[in-house]
């Protein structure tokens, strides 16, 4: 099992920033991409940020320019740094990570962590 574990998150009025930070450890795993998705109250997840092994990454249109995603190899960490957040930014924030896991064998495996919220509010 891999567990990831998400920090950050919060209140924030517009036009703030928010850091969001997610860690991934457990077993033998090899990490092909890590990334943020969200929820909003009754809206369906959606992709955020994603950033895949070999570093390259992508964005929804609605982060792009004010969001970044980052990754630290060596931790396995995965950081978000959001900025000019809007109220329509508002929502639970979620850790993904596609994995590689040793478990006997090699499984391709997906996780995700418990979810974090923020609020961009006045």
């Known amino acids: 099992q891999v567990q990831l574990v998400e920090s950050g998150g919060g209140l924030v009025q517009p036009g703030g920033s928010l850091r969001l930070s997610c860690a991934a450890s457990g077993s033998i795993f090899i990490i092909n991409a890590m990334g943020w998705y969200r929820q909003a109250p009754g809206k369906q997840r959606e992709l955020v940020a994603r950033i895949i092994s070999g570093g390259s990454t992508n964005y929804a249109d609605s982060v792009k320019g004010r969001f970044t995603i980052s990754r630290d190899n060596a931790k396995n960490t995965v950081t978000l740094q959001m900025n000019s957040l809007k109220p329509e930014d508002t929502a639970v924030y979620y850790c993904?990570?596609?994995?590689?896991?040793?478990?006997?064998?090699?499984?391709?495996?997906?996780?995700w962590g418990q979810g974090t919220q923020v609020t961009v509010s006045s």
């Open positions: 993904n990570a596609d994995v590689d896991e040793y478990d006997s064998s090699w499984y391709r495996r997906v996780y």
